[in-house]
C-alpha cells in the first residue's frame, strides 16, 4: 500500500487543546511531521492551502488567527532535512498562472531531486478571489475547465526543455491562456511533478480520471449517514465502489487503471485494547467539538446565528436560510435543507443534543482499535479494491503521526503490505508510475 502524510493545520479535525499540540507555523512542526513520514517510509508529505482568512458573522474564524503559511515555500526548506520523501503543494489553478506555477513546481522537482507534486484544487469563491485582481469571475462550471487547460499548459511547459537540457520556444492558445515564450526551467528530475486532484464530483472523478497522478479521496461530508466510517467514501463498500468508478474512466483517456493511485483522507486511533481505542478516540472527538464549534458547525448548515441555541439542547426546528453568507471562505455544504433533515433525524433517532449530532456526522474516516487491528483493517481496504493507499490526518501538530509509525508501520512491513526500504529516489518510484514520455 501506498502511505502519506498530511500536515495538520488550520482545521476542525486538530485538537489545539491538547498540551502536545504545538505552533502550525514554525518551521520545527514541518520537519518533526516530515522526518516522521520519512522514518515511516511514507510516500509523500501532503500540504493543504488557505488563500484568504475565513470569516464567520463577520469575524475571521478563530482557527485562522495563528496565520496560513504558504504551501511551495515550506516544501522548498523541507528539502533540506529529509532525502526520499515526497513534497506535495495544494496551489489553487483559478488564481495562479500557468508558466508561474510550473517554474516553481519544477524548481522544487529540482532542488528535491524528483520529489515534488501538486495538488490540484480550484474555486469559485468570490470571496477569496477578492484577493486577488480577477476576482471571483469564474462561474463553477468553468472551474474544472480552467483546471484542465492549467495542467495541460504546464505539462506543455516542462516538456519544452529536450531530455538532454536543450530549451525550445512554446505558445499554448486556448480558452483560458494565450501564452509563448521560452521556460527558464530544464526538465527535472521525475520528468513532471506528480499531479494531485481532490475532488470528488462528477466533473472532479471525470478531471481525475483524465489527468491525475493520485486521487485524495474520502474527504469528510456534514451530510453523510453516520457508521463507523462517517465519510463520503467511508464504508468498505462504499470505497470499492468510488474506487472502481473512477478507473473504469480511466480507458477512454488512454491510461490504465495503474496510472492512477486513489488515497483516502483517513485519521487513526489506537490502544492497548479495542475498549481503550474506542475511548480515546471519543474524547479526541470531543476536544474536536467544542460546545463554541458545535454552534459554528450548526451555524453553516442553518445559514443563520444560533448563538442563543443550547449545545446540549435539541437542534432548530426552523429551515436553513438559502444562500446564506453568514460564513465565507469555506468549501459549501451543499443542499443545506437535506442535510439539515438528515441531521435532525439522526438526532431524533438516537437521542442526541446539537453537539452530539455534531460529533456523530462531522467525523473523518477513522480506524480505531489495536495496532494490530488496524493494520489488518487498512490492508483489508487494499487487498479488496477499495484504496491503493492512505493519507493520514492526524490530529495532533506535529507528534500525531508518531504513534502510527512505531507500532503500525512495522505490522504492516511484517505482512508484506508496506515496503520496508524505498526503492527509488523520486516519488514517482514511491508510487509506481512512471516517467512520463517526453512530447517535445
Known amino acids: 500500500m501506498h502511505l502519506a502524510a498530511h500536515f495538520p493545520g488550520v482545521n476542525n479535525s486538530t485538537v489545539w487543546a491538547d498540551p502536545r499540540s504545538k505552533s502550525q507555523i514554525d518551521f520545527s512542526s514541518f520537519e518533526h511531521l516530515a ?6 517510509l511514507f510516500d509523500f508529505f501532503f500540504l493543504a ?18 496565520g496560513r503559511p504558504e504551501s511551495l515555500t515550506v516544501l522548498n526548506a523541507l528539502t533540506a532535512v529529509t532525502e526520499r520523501l515526497g513534497l506535495a503543494a495544494t496551489v489553487n489553478a483559478t488564481f495562479n498562472e500557468p508558466y508561474e506555477l510550473a517554474r516553481r513546481l519544477a524548481t522544487l522537482d529540482h532542488l528535491s531531486g524528483g520529489r515534488a507534486a501538486w495538488n490540484v484544487v480550484t474555486s469559485s469563491d468570490a470571496f477569496t478571489g477578492e484577493n486577488f485582481r480577477r476576482g471571483g469571475y469564474l462561474d463553477r462550471a468553468d472551474r474544472y475547465t480552467r483546471a484542465a487547460e492549467f495542467v495541460e499548459v504546464a505539462r506543455k511547459l516542462w516538456d519544452s526543455w529536450t531530455p538532454d537540457g536543450i530549451p525550445r520556444p512554446f505558445a499554448e492558445r486556448g480558452q483560458h491562456f494565450d501564452i509563448a515564450g521560452e521556460f527558464t526551467v530544464p526538465r527535472s528530475p521525475q520528468g513532471h511533478p506528480v499531479v494531485i486532484q481532490a475532488g470528488d464530483s462528477d466533473e472532479g472523478r471525470e478531471f481525475a480520471a483524465a489527468t491525475a497522478d493520485v486521487v485524495f479521496s474520502g474527504r469528510g461530508s456534514g451530510g453523510c449517514p453516520p457508521g463507523r466510517h462517517s465519510t463520503r467514501h467511508g464504508s468498505l463498500e462504499a470505497g470499492r465502489s468510488f474506487y472502481a468508478d473512477v478507473k473504469r474512466r ?65 437542534l432548530p426546528d426552523i429551515d436553513p436560510v438559502a444562500d446564506s453568507a453568514i460564513t465565507q471562505g469555506r468549501t459549501r455544504r451543499g443542499d443545506t435543507v437535506a442535510i439539515a433533515e438528515k441531521w435532525r433525524a439522526l438526532s431524533k433517532e438516537k437521542g442526541l443534543s446539537i453537539r452530539q449530532t455534531v460529533i456523530e456526522v462531522g467525523g473523518r474516516q477513522s480506524f480505531i482499535g489495536t495496532a494490530e487491528a488496524v493494520a489488518t483493517e487498512l490492508d483489508e481496504f487494499v487487498q479488496r479494491d477499495a484504496a491503493d493507499g492512505f493519507i493520514l490526518v492526524p490530529h495532533l501538530t506535529p507528534g500525531g503521526l508518531d504513534e502510527f509509525v512505531d507500532r503500525v508501520v512495522p505490522l504492516l512491513q511484517e505482512r508484506s503490505a508496506f515496503r520496508t526500504e524505498y526503492r527509488g529516489a523520486t516519488l514517482r518510484s514511491h508510487l509506481g508510475l512512471s516517467e512520463p514520455e517526453w512530447t517535445g
Not at 522526518?35 to 515511516?40: D, I, K, L, V
Not at 492551502?49 to 458573522?57: D, F, T
Request: glycine share 8%.
Open 250 to 314: 480511466m480507458d477512454k483517456y488512454g491510461r490504465t487503471p495503474d496510472d492512477l493511485k486513489i488515497m483516502p483522507g483517513v485519521s487513526v486511533v489506537l490502544g492497548d485494547t479495542a475498549a481503550e481505542a474506542q475511548e480515546r478516540a471519543t474524547e479526541i472527538r470531543r476536544q474536536q467539538v467544542s460546545p463554541q464549534n458545535a454552534i459554528l458547525a450548526l451555524e453553516q448548515i442553518w445559514g443563520t446565528d444560533l448563538s442563543s441555541y443550547d449545545p446540549d439542547g435539541p
Open 49 to 66: 492551502e488557505g488563500l484568504r482568512l475565513r470569516e464567520h458573522k463577520g469575524r475571521v474564524h478563530d482557527l485562522d488567527v495563528v
Open 35 to 40: 522526518r516522521t513520514a520519512e522514518r515511516g
